[in-house]
């Protein structure tokens, strides 16, 4: 009798054994892990094993009603993780995932559609960049040139800006006169951080930018001394798309594509300025 109550007790003192994922997110987690050379991670702690999904490495869960045996995947955390290859397309599959971050890693094919959609409507959260998703820009240029003036001691009004997403810099060019009533010009060169890409990707995409024409000028009058301003992007596919406009010309959509571009300006981080003879744009 002593024994079977020390056996009991036993029992009792053991840990509960730990609740687990369903299986489909275990399936769709082991499809990303095998579509991006898991094997060849930083960290692929516990990825692979029959440990529960939720002590893997870079897995966040939560309980369903808050109950602790209904255990769902919430987020991934896996930048700077050497992913490299595609990410699967049953990913959105994990229904209840509310945050990606693949940031800084090797990646390219297309992101799934259907978690794009859902950070539309800032449903999910999203840090993608410096990868190369074929259906995300990874490069971008803005190309502003004043017409009625030769340049500026203080202000940009001729110069070119070019985003690199897989590089993660950003370098402007632009023409500088050497002093107040001089005609004499130099480059000036800027060099910082650039913002992520990928918002300006989707709203490309909602508003058409690859349907535009290449050059819009006024449709039945004319101008002069206005501003040339040329915006153009390249996805991770190869794809590009260069659109011109003349003092702002063209369709709302044209008008408002070249405002996102315009918007990543102020969200340059500058860390380094230099001078040269000429700026690489000039003719």
């Not at 002093?179 to 890409?197: K, M, N, W």
Request: glycine letters at 8%; hydrophobic letters at 40%; proline letters at 5%.
């Amino acid at each position: 009798m002593l024994l079977t109550i020390l056996a009991l007790m036993t029992a009792s003192m053991q840990p509960a054994p730990q609740a687990d994922v369903p299986a489909e997110e275990r399936r769709v987690l082991m499809e990303l892990y095998a579509s991006t050379h898991g094997e060849h991670w930083s960290d692929h702690t516990g990825w692979g094993t029959g440990s529960p999904v939720c002590d893997w490495s870079g897995v966040f869960c939560d309980f369903l009603d808050a109950d602790a045996r209904r255990p769902v995947v919430v987020g991934l955390s896996l930048d700077f993780n050497h992913l490299e290859g595609t990410l699967p397309s049953s990913l959105p599959e994990l229904h209840h995932l509310r945050s990606l971050n693949v940031w800084g890693n090797r990646l390219s094919g297309i992101f799934p559609e259907a978690l794009l959609e859902r950070w539309d409507r800032h449903d999910f959260e999203l840090d993608g960049g410096g990868n190369a998703f074929s259906n995300l820009v990874v490069q971008a240029t803005i190309e502003y040139v004043a017409t009625g003036v030769l340049c500026s001691a203080a202000e940009d009004l001729r110069f070119r800006v070019e985003f690199d997403e897989l590089e993660h810099r950003v370098t402007l060019q632009s023409v500088r006169c050497a002093g107040v009533q001089s005609r004499e010009t130099y480059c000036l060169v800027r060099e910082g951080t650039p913002p992520p890409l990928v918002r300006l990707s989707r709203g490309l995409k909602a508003l058409g930018f690859v349907t535009f024409q290449a050059d819009y000028d006024f449709p039945f009058t004319g101008s002069t001394h206005g501003v040339y301003l040329t915006t153009a992007a390249v996805w991770g596919d190869g794809t590009k798309r260069s659109v011109r406009t003349y003092s702002r010309q063209g369709p709302i959509e044209v008008w408002s594509a070249q405002e996102l571009f315009l918007g990543l300006l102020p969200e340059i981080a500058w860390d380094r300025a230099s001078r040269k003879a000429k700026c690489d744009f000039q003719k």
